[in-house]
């Protein structure tokens, strides 16, 4: 049996872990051994510096919890890194080696046959400096099969800066697809070079295979609106409490902090959940209000009422909309896209009628079925 190294992000973040999980089932599925390596950055994450021990330690957290909201907001990430963790060592099929350096990388040419980097936004040049080579499996060598499966570039455009890095990183790919419609156009400009548009990873699974690593015993037993928002808006408050209003049932507001702000709020908080409650709080929900690109994924994979917030600003530097707008385009659903013009105006517009989304989803899915098939048998 072949075997295919994949590099991709599979840090402390939904969707992060979960198209992580998606892209090495999927490659396991078509009859490969799929291995994640461990790369990644920020260097340190998995093997903490003297500092973060220190800062991991009783006396320092004791110290510092003299301030209540630095207690608060510490153990929520504390308890959330334990489920992270839980979740990598119980679904993640991740190397027992560890590459330290993009030239440690160059060591996995002995132990794999091809290569595979993806998705998330790992194309993304403001997530690392630039254009982290690793990503782009600079690292594998000739006769090396090299795919690329729907990385994110997220940005409307590559900084002029590290266009000229980008192409070439791009040219020395065999196989290249993207996550996003303007990712295509960003390729094709820079480099010359036909990329393939494929679904995210995590959209490769329909809802009932993910269902199945979903516990059945809900989190949250009264009804209730999931909102989770990366954003810092004031706004997003607005368009919260105009959906609990026109919705008319008596609706809990539940939310997994994020941010400092978050947690001044009177929303019922989920302090620890990892991946899979995250699953668990989208498929229980009534409505999810959200400006997150994987939550509104799985919005529509469980067949969800769902609102999408844009969490940048028009004209807004480094904005990552264009990911959202490429989702919601490609399956029929940009009307629920709520601006910020329309937060406390906007009406329900009826029960989406998934019927349609999930037959051009499983349309979809197969052509990017098709397509890693083909680029991983060398087609």
């Known amino acids: 049996m072949k075997k295919v190294g994949l590099t991709t992000c599979f840090l402390d973040n939904y969707g992060a872990c979960l198209q992580a999980y998606a892209l090495s089932n999927v490659i396991e599925s078509l009859g490969y051994d799929c291995e994640i390596l461990q790369y990644i950055e920020p260097q340190g994450y998995f093997d903490p510096t003297f500092i973060d021990r220190i800062k991991n330690s009783f006396i320092y957290n004791k110290i510092r919890s003299i301030s209540n909201s630095y207690k608060t907001s510490y153990l929520c990430e504390k308890i959330k890194r334990k489920s992270f963790k839980t979740f990598r060592k119980t679904y993640l099929n991740i190397s027992e080696k560890k590459y330290r350096s993009f030239d440690e990388l160059k060591d996995a040419n002995k132990y794999y046959d091809a290569f595979v980097c993806g998705s998330d936004q790992i194309w993304n040049p403001s997530f690392y400096g630039g254009n982290n080579k690793a990503y782009f499996l600079n690292f594998a060598e000739k006769g090396k099969r090299k795919v690329a499966y729907a990385p994110s570039i997220g940005l409307d455009k590559i900084p002029d800066e590290y266009e000229k890095d980008f192409a070439e990183l791009v040219n020395y790919l065999d196989y290249i697809s993207v996550r996003e419609a303007n990712a295509v156009n960003i390729v094709k400009e820079l480099s010359g070079r036909d990329a393939k548009y494929v679904l995210d990873p995590t959209l490769l699974l329909d809802g009932e295979k993910w269902s199945k690593i979903v516990s059945e015993q809900r989190i949250v037993k009264k009804p209730y609106i999931f909102c989770y928002l990366f954003g810092e808006h ?146």
């Open 234 to 379: 004031d706004e997003y408050n607005v368009a919260v409490k105009h959906l609990r209003e026109i919705s008319n049932e008596d609706l809990d507001i539940v939310i997994i902090p994020f941010c400092k702000k978050h947690l001044e709020n009177s929303y019922t908080k989920i302090y620890d959940a990892g991946p899979l409650e995250f699953l668990n709080l989208i498929k229980n929900a009534q409505y999810v209000i959200t400006d997150s690109f994987h939550a509104t994924v799985f919005s529509i994979l469980f067949s969800r009422q769902f609102f999408t917030l844009p969490r940048f600003k028009k004209g807004q530097k480094n904005s990552m909309n264009s990911r959202i707008y490429s989702l919601l385009d490609t399956v029929g659903a940009r009307d629920r896209l709520i601006d910020y013009s329309q937060f406390d105006t906007f009406q329900e517009i009826g029960k989406i009628d998934y019927s349609q989304i999930h037959s051009e989803l499983e349309r979809l899915r197969k052509d990017s079925l098709d397509y890693l098939k083909g680029a991983l048998e060398e087609k």
